[in-house]
T-cell receptor
Framework: AQKVTQAQTEISVVEKEDVTLDCVYE???????LFWYKQPPSGELVFLIR??????QNEISGRYSWNFQKSTSSFNFTITASQVVDSAVYFCALREGSQGNLIFGKGTKLSVKP | DAGVIQSPRHEVTEMGQEVTLRCKPISGHDYLFWYRQTMMRGLELLIYFNNNVPIDDSGMPEDRFSAKMPNASFSTLKIQPSEPRDSAVYFC?????????FGQGTRLTVV
């Protein structure tokens, strides 16, 4: 069965610090997709990134970067030089195939203090 | 596109009443998901549809919950009768492929 584990429930950092959010997944499928979503205090769920199981290239987008490692079943998310606006709950998610369930981890609440 | 539209945004109802939550997916998206979010259980997948057909409803908590998708542009999630433990934020999401895009959610309070 598929499963997503975000072991960090809450993280608090000071502005400009780098922070890494961990995500470990379980799946029996060889084709799957991994995602990160952001939920700011306003409550909406914002899609950030998707990675395919057959593409282990890491990705960087501005201050955000993602490290996908199939060997350890991990898909970690790093925010460089964090800002107060990064304060939110971040969810890692997994979808088996392109038609399966989309399931979420429990989320990591990130607080960035000025 | 306006994105996924959910209504109402907030609903307060008395225990025992019927509640209907509504969702308009993004045009052209083949998949529609209903999730429930609570502090205790996080984001739970309740049911999802592909081309208006329910694919997996194993997350629907009990018979009091039902979901329909009569056409590609509309879905409902109904709770009858509602109970205080149903209080949560209910999200609808639609997807053209792997990733899903979420509505603003409906905050349901059952008193």
């Amino acid at each position: 069965a598929q499963k997503v584990t975000q072991a960090q429930t809450e993280i608090s950092v000071v502005e400009k610090e780098d922070v890494t959010l961990d995500c470990v997944y379980e799946t029996r499928d060889t084709t799957y997709y991994l995602f990160w979503y952001k939920q700011p205090p306003s409550g909406e769920l914002v899609f950030l990134i998707r990675r395919n199981s057959f593409d282990e290239q890491n990705e960087i987008s501005g201050r955000y970067s993602w490290n996908f490692q199939k060997s350890t079943s991990s898909f970690n998310f790093t925010i460089t030089a964090s800002q107060v606006v990064d304060s939110a709950v971040y969810f890692c998610a997994l979808r088996e195939g392109s038609q399966g369930n989309l399931i979420f981890g429990k989320g990591t609440k990130l607080s960035v203090k000025p | 596109d306006a994105g996924v539209i959910q209504s109402p945004r907030h609903e307060v109802t008395e225990m025992g009443q019927e509640v209907t939550l509504r969702c308009k997916p993004i045009s052209g998206h083949d998949y529609l998901f209903w999730y429930r979010q609570t502090m205790m259980r996080g984001l739970e997948l309740l049911i999802y549809f592909n081309n208006n057909v329910p694919i997996d409803d194993s997350g629907m908590p009990e018979d009091r919950f039902s979901a329909k998708m009569p056409n590609a542009s509309f879905s409902t999630l109904k709770i009858q009768p509602s109970e205080p433990r149903d209080s949560a934020v209910y999200f609808c999401a639609s997807s053209p492929g792997p990733e899903a895009f979420f509505g603003q959610g409906t905050r349901l309070t059952v008193v």
